[in-house]
């Protein structure tokens, strides 16, 4: 049972949000307020609660679909183990709390995660990814935004760059991240009929695609001391990862992606939340070396 509610949640996806959030949140907090340990696990909650609904409502909106890809058809829902309606209303129950929690520590916060549902579970799910080639890019809009409602519940002013930092590096990662798995998987998108990058436009456009991307993604954690407080910690952090993505990308381009799929995919993974956690350890540092 607990094997299913997590598939129905992608409780994977789930975590990776909620320590997305988590960065975000302590990256806004403002060091003179006083930390209020309420705030900080509703906070994280009401993320838990949005992404878990959102994403087991992607399944009861696809669950047809999930049937025509040996990937997915395993899935609570497309697998028949959950009925749609059962999954639709966990999913929208879980919606309304992480909503209800969101809302009530930060409206900015609230209206973000509603923003990121709306999109998620509207344009997206029912057009852009059955219709489009490039359906990731606008796709990862609401992805990269669990990293702004935690920053948002903490400091409302959510179009500074500390937040702008935190939102691209989320959104610039989505793109090689969901590409390389759309190659990996490329057999099943077409059962599906889905025109993921890979069927539509080619091996060789996907790959471009993929290191346009990295480059943009790589080059934005350099430019962070432009976005956000940074100190030698950031070099020691930052320029190691740096260096293992693009090693990773050229050698998993060179082999035609035949090669270091599982290499750069963690690598992208691992450099994401490396990226996200840098300006947390500069802005908190003071607290373990005694000095800002």
Not at 56 to 78: C, F, G
Not at 100 to 105: A, K, P, T
Not at 139 to 150: K, R, W, Y
Request: glycine share 8%; proline share 5%.
């Amino acid at each position: 049972m607990l094997k299913t509610y997590a598939d129905l949640t992608k409780f994977g996806i789930v975590v990776f949000s909620v320590l997305t959030g988590l960065a975000g949140y302590a990256t806004g907090f403002q060091i003179e307020h006083s930390f209020d340990w309420k705030i900080f696990l509703e906070t994280l909650l009401g993320i838990y609660f949005l992404s878990s609904g959102s994403l087991a409502l992607n399944q009861v909106q696809d669950w047809k679909l999930d049937q025509k890809m040996a990937r997915t058809s395993k899935r609570p829902i497309a697998s028949g183990k959950i009925k749609p309606a059962a999954g639709g209303i966990l999913s929208v129950a879980f919606i309304f709390v992480g909503l209800q929690l969101l809302f009530g520590i930060e409206p900015v916060a609230g209206w973000v995660g509603l923003v990121c549902v709306v999109f998620y579970n509207g344009p997206y799910t029912l057009y852009l990814k059955k219709k489009w080639a490039y359906g990731a890019v606008p796709g990862a809009f609401p992805g990269a935004l669990p990293v702004t409602i935690g920053y948002a519940a903490a400091n409302p002013d959510i179009f500074n760059s500390e937040s702008l930092y935190l939102f691209l590096i989320m959104f610039l990662w989505q793109m090689p991240h969901f590409w390389v798995l759309a190659i990996k998987y490329k057999d099943d998108y077409a059962a599906g009929g889905i025109p993921v990058l890979p069927v539509a436009k080619g091996l060789k456009e996907t790959l471009f695609q993929i290191n346009l991307y990295t480059l943009a993604y790589v080059g934005v954690a350099v430019a962070a001391p432009l976005f956000v407080h940074a100190s030698w910690l950031y070099v020691l952090l930052t320029v190691p990862f740096v260096f293992k993505v693009l090693q990773e990308a050229y050698r998993y381009t060179k082999s035609n992606a035949q090669e270091r799929f599982l290499a750069f995919f963690m690598w992208l993974n691992v450099s994401m939340l490396v990226f996200l956690v840098i300006p947390v350890i500069d802005k908190w540092n003071f607290l373990f070396i005694g000095s800002n």
